[in-house]
């Protein structure tokens, strides 16, 4: 069947990709571009861990085909720390990734890029939202670890860095993490300084989970 | 899954997706793709050709033109969400919008696409319906209009021919005295309705002039109850009129029991919403202000 070649500005940089019509715009970012952190959950439009910023919006990406992104523009997860916003709260991270860090709002980290996503895509309408607008706002997207309580508290983190206010201290414990015993004797995987609430990945689409690594070509 | 293999179309005139439409063998039309997309990925829907109409830039308005409110086949629901016009005047379009699906869908999603899909619980055929609206299709043959009440044949059956687009829909633009309502119960966010119902009410003076009543996921498809609206007409409004006007509404429905409520409820659920959707259309008849800040609580079983 006839390929395609399509242009898209992923991240802020142009990108050419050759596909097939049906090739889903999630599997060209993941297989093709090798852009993992965005991730595949349900394969039925659902759960919104597919959730990228495609022209302003925020959009399922297994829900349309690559060839439909032709000449658009769109940031994944992996995009955010390049953002003018990133650095703008105590670290490189942008606000949101780093609300969810400090926020304790993720668990398994699976849906955090749609959330992230999501986030970003209604701080960009409305930099203030009320907990009912977050709430609203990422009813798309489905966390079965957090309760979500701690997902709208790592938006409106950001909303707090945004509007120039001091956002509200972490609950995590981030500093002096060093190795304690457990009361079995053993240890606490406990690493370099950084509690692994988040699979390993901190928010920003690098490879931790194992669905963060391409599965390898067109064999699904 | 992947979809299997088609052939793409971009055109970018109504007239080169028409003439798509006809002479390809097996074409689908791709607008939002928000069903689309997940069928043809489970193979349920498995087109040799997919003519995406998502670069025809005429068909992407929404707007009063003389004596119609026009919506074009590119018209996303979040589009209609965010209209100032559609709140101002259109109540069942601004209460509907916002229930359909979730953020990212309603992004994508069009008004059209959702009623050529036809799926007896879409929202936007009762809204249609209620309105005494009309859709516009175009052919080779030309253009013809089919009234909302006759579009719906049988679930994901629309009176469509073949080759046939849908270029937009049009419904009699809403006067001072004219307000409407959508209430719908589902279960959860971005459910499809288990029930849901659209209601019009235009005043005249101290009594209802005309009226509109359609119901969705009730029957196999979206369906007008026009005995209900005669009930209405020439009537004073008050409660116990609303309440016969639901009951007849309830009569009319014909839901099946499933795993989220029998048809008893649904039934019931019927009425009830029937009362609050007049409700709430009468109280934004009476009064001026947008369409939005008027009306009772949408309704979540568990509520």
Redesign the interface.
């Known amino acids: 069947?006839?390929e395609?070649t399509i242009a898209v500005t992923v991240n802020g940089t142009a990108r050419e990709l050759t596909v097939?019509?049906?090739?889903?715009l999630v599997?060209a970012i993941r297989e093709d571009l090798n852009l993992t952190g965005t991730h595949i959950g349900c394969?039925?439009?659902?759960c919104?861990a597919c959730?990228v910023y495609k022209d302003g919006?925020?959009?399922?990406s297994?829900?349309?085909?690559a060839?439909?992104a032709d000449g658009s523009d769109v940031t994944t997860v992996e995009g955010m720390e390049e953002l003018p916003e990133a650095g703008m709260g105590e670290s490189d991270l942008h606000p949101i990734q780093e609300g969810f860090k400090q926020m304790h709002g993720l668990q398994c980290g699976f849906c955090t890029p749609g959330m992230i996503m999501?986030g970003k895509?209604l701080l960009e309408d409305n930099d203030d939202p009320t907990d009912e607008e977050v709430r609203?706002?990422i009813?798309?997207?489905l966390c079965r670890c957090t309760g979500y309580q701690n997902i709208v508290k790592s938006i409106q983190y950001a909303s707090d860095v945004y509007n120039d206010r001091e956002p509200p201290t972490s609950p995590v414990e981030h500093e002096d993490a060093s190795v304690e015993t457990a009361a079995d004797g053993g240890e606490y995987a406990s690493g370099g300084g950084e509690p692994a609430t988040d699979g390993g990945c901190d928010c920003t689409g690098k490879p931790g989970l194992s669905i963060d690594y391409p599965t390898g070509g067109d064999d699904? | 899954m992947k979809a299997a293999q088609f052939a793409y179309h971009e055109p970018s005139t109504v007239e080169e997706a028409v003439d798509l439409l006809e002479t390809l063998d097996d074409p689908t039309l791709l607008a939002g793709g928000q069903s689309l997309v997940p069928t043809m990925r489970f193979r349920l829907s498995q087109p040799d050709d997919v003519v995406d109409i998502n670069g025809v830039e005429e068909l992407d308005y929404l707007e009063e033109d003389g004596d119609q409110l026009r919506i074009g086949a590119l018209v996303r629901h979040a589009d209609v969400e965010d209209s100032p016009l559609i709140d101002e005047s259109y109540g069942s379009f601004a209460d509907a919008a916002p229930l359909i699906g979730d953020p990212q869908i309603r992004n994508q999603g069009t008004v059209v696409g959702s009623v050529a899909q036809a799926d007896p619980k879409g929202d936007w055929g009762s809204v249609l319906i209620a309105h005494e609206g009309e859709v516009v299709a175009r052919g080779l043959d030309g253009e013809r209009t089919i009234a909302a009440e006759d579009l719906f044949l049988f679930p994901y059956e629309t009176d469509l021919r073949p080759g046939e687009l849908i270029t937009e829909l049009r419904v009699p633009v809403s006067g001072d005295d004219e307000g409407s309502a959508y209430h719908k119960l589902k279960r959860k966010v971005g459910d499809y309705a288990m029930v849901a119902v659209a209601a019009r009410v235009e005043l005249d003076g101290e009594t209802i002039a005309d009226a509109g009543i359609a119901l969705t996921g009730v029957d196999i498809t979206n369906l007008g109850v026009p005995d209900a609206a005669d009930h209405l007409a020439g009537a004073v409004p008050s409660g116990d009129l609303f309440r016969e006007a639901g009951e007849i509404a309830a009569e009319n429905s014909n839901p099946e029991g499933d795993e989220h409520g029998s048809a008893a409820y649904k039934e019931n659920m019927v009425r009830v919403l029937t009362q609050r959707a007049l409700a709430d259309a009468f109280e934004r008849a009476r009064e001026d202000g947008p369409a939005g800040s008027y009306g009772t609580e949408q309704l979540t079983v568990g509520d």
């Open positions: 069947m006839t395609k097939e019509p049906r090739k889903l599997h394969d039925t439009g659902n919104g959730t919006q925020a959009v399922k297994c829900l349309q085909f060839v439909q999501a895509a609203e706002n009813s798309g997207n699904r």
